[in-house]
């Protein structure tokens, strides 16, 4: 079945990095899009970016443009997600999602991974 | 700051018909596809309805969604105690704001 697998919670001190990483299984990895979605502690979901992992051609939210890069490693169907110069209002979880395009039309996100708990705190 | 405003909370008893509203502009919901989400506590958000009234194989027919102008609602029938969770409205955004922009949630009570 169509599975996407988050990379383990995370901690970091105010001005690092991190990536996290979303395992693709179940489908052809290179056949679909994948998008970056985050979401605070008890707040809602705020879109970060997506990849295409054929072409691994990206588009990300303004608000992260400089701050976030998406890579992805089609041999292990594996997508990337980096944030450099975290604050600590980057705590939050950070999910991957699938999506189909169909005539340059999203068929939603689907389905998610089990999402990324990254804190950020000195 | 939500671009996509929906209502906070909703509740609704057994067996109810319940609506929940999104409310976008001729960027977002006027002009593309609206998508509703389901966040069960605890867990990460599944696809509920695409393409404004589209459901994915597996969920309900009492799920139902619609739009109309720069507006959208979910309607879900005969509400069951395991519908209790957060929804999330989601569309393709024109502006700067996009492309991909959420509402802020709302939570469903069952009561």
């Known amino acids: 079945q169509v599975q996407l697998v988050q990379s383990g919670a995370e901690v970091k001190k105010p001005g690092a990095s991190v990536k996290v990483s979303c395992k693709a299984s179940?489908?052809?990895?290179?056949?679909?899009?994948m998008h970056w979605v985050r979401q605070a502690p008890g707040q809602g979901l705020e879109w970060m970016g997506w990849?295409?992992?054929?072409?691994?051609?990206?588009n990300y939210a303004q608000k992260f443009q400089g701050r976030v890069t998406m890579t992805r490693d089609t041999s292990i169907s594996t997508a990337y997600m980096e944030l450099s110069r975290l604050r600590s209002d980057d705590t939050a979880v950070y999910y991957c999602?699938?999506?189909?395009?169909?005539?340059?039309?999203?068929?939603?996100?689907?389905?998610w991974g089990q999402g990324t708990l990254v804190t950020v705190s000195s | 700051q939500s671009v996509l405003t929906q209502p906070p909370s909703a509740s609704g008893t057994p067996g109810q018909r319940v609506t929940i509203s999104c409310s976008g502009s001729?960027?977002?919901?006027?002009?593309?596809?609206v998508y509703w989400y389901q966040q069960l506590p605890g867990t990460a958000p599944k696809l509920l309805i695409y393409?404004?009234?589209q459901r994915p194989s597996g969920v309900p027919d009492r799920f139902s969604g619609s739009k109309s102008g720069t507006s959208a609602s979910l309607a879900i029938s005969g509400l069951r105690s395991e519908d209790e969770a957060d929804y999330y409205c989601?569309?393709?955004?024109?502006?700067?704001?996009?492309?991909?922009?959420f509402g802020g949630g709302t939570k469903l009570t069952v009561l």
């Open positions: 393409r404004n009234n």
């Open positions: 179940g489908y052809t990895f290179t056949g679909y899009y």
């Open positions: 990849i295409n992992p054929n072409s691994g051609g990206t």
């Open positions: 999602a699938r999506d189909q395009i169909v005539g340059a039309t999203s068929s939603g996100f689907d389905p």
């Open positions: 989601a569309a393709w955004d024109d502006s700067l704001s996009g492309p991909w922009v």
């Open positions: 001729s960027s977002n919901i006027g002009s593309n596809y």
